[in-house]
């Protein structure tokens, strides 16, 4: 279970300060998955780091019982002047497996050929989503948190990247961001819907997207 219990997030910047949201509640199920939509700029991406725990709200409390993926998307979470080999070394170790079980793993699912093993730095933005991929679905997580990265990478590494998602949602959590709706379908049953700072739940991932086609319409 992850529980956001009036959780609100602001950002000060020099003498600016941007409150994303506001006193969220709600609790994350083993079982869930969950497709957050909104805006660009409406905090979808703060809000993920805060159910992975990589960043901690400004009031409020998050806990956590589940164990979470880091959010997996284009932003990398990786150590850019170590390969991607190293890297996976590395997160096997913090992570108590076996470093040449998950190399081995990740060499096969992120299809990266020689760059698997050059510094992380000459990649891609597509190369680090699909390392970033690769390492997070070698770990067991109770919860996947996935940013946008299903885009990444060719119809074949795309179609892995689902049976992969469907399999561990089978026994786990999965919350998703996405600006393409059939994405949300596809992945999610349950949704909600990010706005002016404030969360809404739908019992289906379909009246999300709609509540959200229509607020994006709206503002046009
Ligand atoms: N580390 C930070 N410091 C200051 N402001 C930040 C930081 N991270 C995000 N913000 C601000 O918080 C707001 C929400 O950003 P966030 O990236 O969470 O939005 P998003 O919904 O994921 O957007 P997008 O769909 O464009 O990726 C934005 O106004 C952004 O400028």
Request: proline residues 2%; hydrophobic residues 40%; negative net charge.
């Amino acid at each position: 279970m992850i529980e956001f219990d009036d959780v609100s997030k602001t950002y000060h910047i020099r003498k600016f300060e941007k409150q994303v949201f506001s006193h969220l509640s709600f609790t994350i199920n083993p079982g869930d998955s969950l497709g957050i939509c909104g805006a660009n700029g409406a905090g979808k991406s703060t809000l993920m780091r805060l159910i992975a725990g990589v960043e901690s709200p400004t009031s409020g409390r998050v806990t956590r019982t589940m164990t979470t993926s880091w959010p997996i998307g284009y932003s990398s979470c990786f150590q850019a002047s170590l390969t991607g080999a190293d890297n996976a070394r590395f997160i096997a170790r913090i992570y108590g497996q076996d470093a040449d079980v998950l190399c081995d793993y990740v060499e096969d699912f992120a299809q990266l050929g020689p760059y698997f093993h050059q510094p992380v730095y000459s990649y891609s933005a597509g190369m680090n989503a699909r390392l970033a991929f690769g390492v997070s679905l070698a770990i067991n997580f109770d919860c996947y948190l996935v940013d946008e990265v299903t885009a990444a990478g060719d119809e074949r590494f795309r179609i892995r990247c689902e049976e992969a998602l469907m399999h561990r949602k089978q026994n786990g959590a999965l919350v998703m961001i996405s600006h393409d709706a059939n994405t949300l379908l596809q992945y999610c049953d349950r949704g909600a819907v990010l706005y002016g700072g404030s969360l809404t739940f739908y019992d289906t991932i379909a009246e999300a997207t709609e509540v959200h086609h229509r607020l994006q319409s709206r503002a046009a």
